[in-house]
């Protein structure tokens, strides 16, 4: 069996050396993209990150979230930051990839900074306490990825009163429990909705009593 000169040893170890050091610089360039804030009155977690400056004209921006050190990844309930105004122009399709499967797709954002907005509630949160790895992952349309960062979320929001069920806290005679009349001009409380499209299921339902009304 041959062995390297002690001369080319060193040289080696030198290499590997000089290797793990570029390896852990870039890991700490990487977690470096990631700006983190919470909002104080929504209390939703605002997740800066880079967008490659080789990235194509549209990519999509993967988020989840594991149990701190569970590595148990789920889809997370995001945003993108972006106005009032172009909230209420979103499709209803993808709003539901944006919350459901924490699915976002950017245009024309490389080498830029993203924002997207996390709603830890319900899902997210035990007692209160947000305490979990987060992943944004981005990637081009048929699945080639470009960066993967990620970060530690903490937040304490056990001080927040969370109204779930709106029954009791409207006027009685303004809610119908099941079904509404034609022209009842009520509120229905339903509790058969998906946990996917109402927390725990329950929402308060308005019917358009009149035609002439949008």
Known sequence: MRTLPTGWRYKVVSIL?????????????EVKKVNISIDPLTRYIHIAYQVPKDAPDEVIVLCSWSPMGGNDWRPAKVIP????TA??????????????YGRIRERRANGLKRTVVFNPYPEAQNNGKVA???????QTHDGKVLSEQQCQLQ????????????????QKDAIALGKVEANERKWAW????????????????????????P
């Open 17 to 29: 050396a000089l290797a793990l050091a570029f390896v852990a610089r870039k890991n700490e360039a």
């Open 190 to 213: 339903r509790t058969d909705i998906e946990n996917s499209v109402a927390t725990f299921g329950n929402a308060l339902v308005g019917e358009k009593w009149r035609d002439d009304l």
């Open 132 to 138: 979990v790895d987060f992943r944004i992952k981005i």
């Open 155 to 170: 937040a304490d929001n056990s001080d927040v009163l969370y109204i779930e069920d709106w029954s009791q806290v409207m």
């Open 87 to 100: 909230l209420r122009l979103v499709r209803d399709e993808e709003w539901r990839e944006w919350v459901f």
């Open 81 to 84: 930051f972006i106005s009032e």
